[in-house]
């Protein structure tokens, strides 16, 4: 079974600073990769996602995928205190995805 | 943005009884989910749907039922609440397996 291990587990930051977070999976023929943000009592919400190795931005945001270290992270540049959140990673096996797998979080607390 | 609507949104349980939570999408979308977050565990799959009049388990169904009588609505049934079942819920939707997946607000229950 699929087995999603999150780094740090919490982690504080200056205002301005550039935050990076770590998400390893086991399963090697993952297919999907996510990050969600959930700030204190909301629902999670989907951030960003990659397909194929290599790398992703949009905005501040920047997702790293290596598929042969089963290793995938999050960089958030310019880190703002609304980035104070639970940062989640995801994996999903495919097409017919049975949902997704969740790492534990990482707390992010920015502060100004 | 996607609506995912949950009702309800907390409920307090006694052990032994039966709690239904619901779950209603107006996206359109095929594929729902619901998940379960507690501490120390994070968010986890218990059951899902990709087809109205049918469900799939999850990675933790044992427990709960899930039933899908249209394509927007997704209710899970807890016929026998237990104090191990206390947690927030969250229904989630998604137009395909591997596309972004949309939460509801959550539902916190505690079984007493």
């Known amino acids: 079974q699929q087995n999603v291990q999150q780094s740090p587990e919490s982690l504080i930051v200056p205002e301005g600073a550039r935050t990076s977070l770590n998400c390893t999976f086991s399963d090697s023929a993952s297919q999907y990769f996510w990050w969600y943000r959930q700030h204190s009592g909301k629902a999670p919400k989907a951030l960003m996602s990659i397909f194929s190795n290599g790398e992703k931005e949009e905005g501040r945001f920047t997702i790293h995928l290596n598929k042969a270290s089963l290793h995938f992270s999050l960089h958030i540049r310019d880190s703002q205190p609304s980035d104070s959140a639970l940062y989640l990673c995801?994996?999903?096996?495919?097409?017919?995805?049975?949902?997704?797998?969740f790492g534990l979080g990482t707390r992010v607390s920015v502060f100004p | 943005e996607a609506a995912v609507t949950q009702s309800p949104r907390s409920k307090v349980a006694v052990t032994g009884g039966k709690v239904t939570l619901s779950c209603h999408q107006t996206?359109?979308?095929?594929?729902m989910y619901w998940y379960r977050q507690d501490t120390g565990h994070g968010l986890r799959l218990i059951h899902y749907s990709y087809v109205a009049d049918s469900t799939e388990k999850g990675d933790i169904p044992d427990g709960y039922k899930a039933s899908r009588p249209s394509q927007e609505n997704f209710s899970l049934i807890l016929e026998l609440a237990s104090l191990s079942q206390t947690a927030v819920y969250f229904c989630a939707s998604s137009e395909r397996g591997p596309d972004t997946q949309y939460f509801g607000p959550g539902t916190r229950l505690l079984v007493l």
């Open positions: 996206n359109n979308h095929d594929y």
């Open positions: 995801a994996v999903s096996m495919g097409n017919y995805a049975q949902g997704l797998t």
